[in-house]
């Protein structure tokens, strides 16, 4: 689930730019949906491949709500 401050098609078009697929919750949905959100599949991706995609989402998700950058453990 998404914050509501975060549109999910929006999200979806800034991720995809960047290489990583996030479709919009409701693409699956016949009815409109009353929460925000993405669906991310995993099947057939390299662990080191899941773990870049979710540091990019992570990126697209704190840019777009203004977040600061997180740092990373070292």
């Known amino acids: 689930t998404l ?3 975060l549109p ?3 999200v979806a078009e800034a991720a ?3 290489g990583v697929v996030a479709a ?3 693409r699956y949905a016949l009815e409109g949906v009353s929460g925000n ?3 991310l599949g995993f099947g057939g991706i390299r662990p080191h491949d899941i773990r870049a995609g979710m540091r990019i ?3 697209v998700l704190r ?3 203004g ?4 740092r990373r453990a070292a």
């Open 16 to 18: 995809a730019a960047r």
């Open 63 to 65: 840019g777009m709500a």
């Open 8 to 10: 999910e098609r929006a």
């Open 37 to 39: 959100g993405l669906v």
């Open 24 to 26: 919009p919750l409701d």
């Open 67 to 70: 977040a600061p950058r997180a």
């Open 57 to 59: 989402l992570g990126e």
């Open 3 to 5: 914050a509501p401050t």
